[in-house]
């Protein structure tokens, strides 16, 4: 076994005292498979090159759904070149954690992560459903994703499946993230500048209930205060370390 640092053994030591612990993901996970963060200081940030008003939100969709659809039609291709790094793949291991991410790709489910332990807070990119809410939906091939279409069943247009601004989270996950971070004793924070609200005030809620809250991270976030521990670096590089041998688990019901 590795000789972990005293902050790695720290949050060890976390993990295995909690009875109930789960999982909050953001951006700076995937990043290191090569998917471009919205935010922060990194040169390929989406929102340093985009304009979100255009590209995600529905008055953009509605002022050129074209070119939206040929937007996220590229992301898709880009994720579906991108694989699970060493990150994914540790919590993958974690069969019995429910992870709750920011994230709109598909690189947790590909690292083995059970689907139905994964809450999307922010949607997905790997499906497009219709913008009139009719309740139709279709799963995408990244590789070849189709091009802008409409509904089968109301003929409104279809878009990604993902939360745009000004939009509110899908109400069913919300309630059950925010319902687990309320109950357990350790949350592990992931990637994440915890500076995207409403899904940030998760970790809010378990700090507030009681919980340990354990950050990895490559920099301290608006929530460093808020650590039990606060491991700097790549995920990738912390993550296999920190959760080797482990079989952390959520709230079966949560």
């Not at 974690?94 to 690292?111: F, G, Y």
């Amino acid at each position: 076994m590795t000789n972990y640092s005293p902050l790695l053994a720290d949050a060890r030591a976390l993990l295995i005292q909690a009875k109930h612990v789960a999982a909050f993901i953001g951006a700076g996970l995937s990043a290191e498979s090569g998917i471009s963060t919205f935010r922060g200081a990194q040169a390929d940030a989406l929102w340093s090159r985009f304009d979100p008003a255009a590209l995600a939100s529905r008055e953009g969709f509605f002022a050129n759904p074209e070119h939206v659809i040929e937007w996220y039609n590229w992301r898709r291709q880009t994720l579906a070149k991108a694989s699970p790094n060493p990150g994914h793949v540790a919590l993958g291991k974690q069969k019995r954690l429910i992870q709750i991410t920011q994230n709109v790709d598909n690189l947790l489910e590909r690292a083995g992560v059970p689907g139905q332990h994964i809450y999307h807070l922010h949607g997905t990119i790997t499906k497009d459903r219709c913008d009139a809410f009719c309740g139709y939906e279709r799963t995408l091939d990244l590789e070849h994703p189709p091009s802008l279409g409409k509904c089968p069943q109301c003929g409104h247009f279809l878009r990604p499946a993902v939360v745009w601004f000004g939009e509110g989270l899908p109400l069913d996950t919300w309630k059950k993230a925010e319902s687990l971070c309320a109950r357990i004793d350790c949350l592990l924070v992931i990637g994440t500048s915890a500076s995207v609200y409403p899904a940030s005030g998760l970790i809010h809620t378990a700090r507030n209930s009681g919980a340990r809250i354990i950050i990895v991270n490559t920099q301290p976030s608006d929530v460093s205060d808020m650590a039990s521990v606060e491991l700097t670096g790549p995920s990738g590089e912390i993550l296999p370390e920190l959760l080797e041998g482990l079989d952390i688990c959520s709230f079966r019901n949560g």
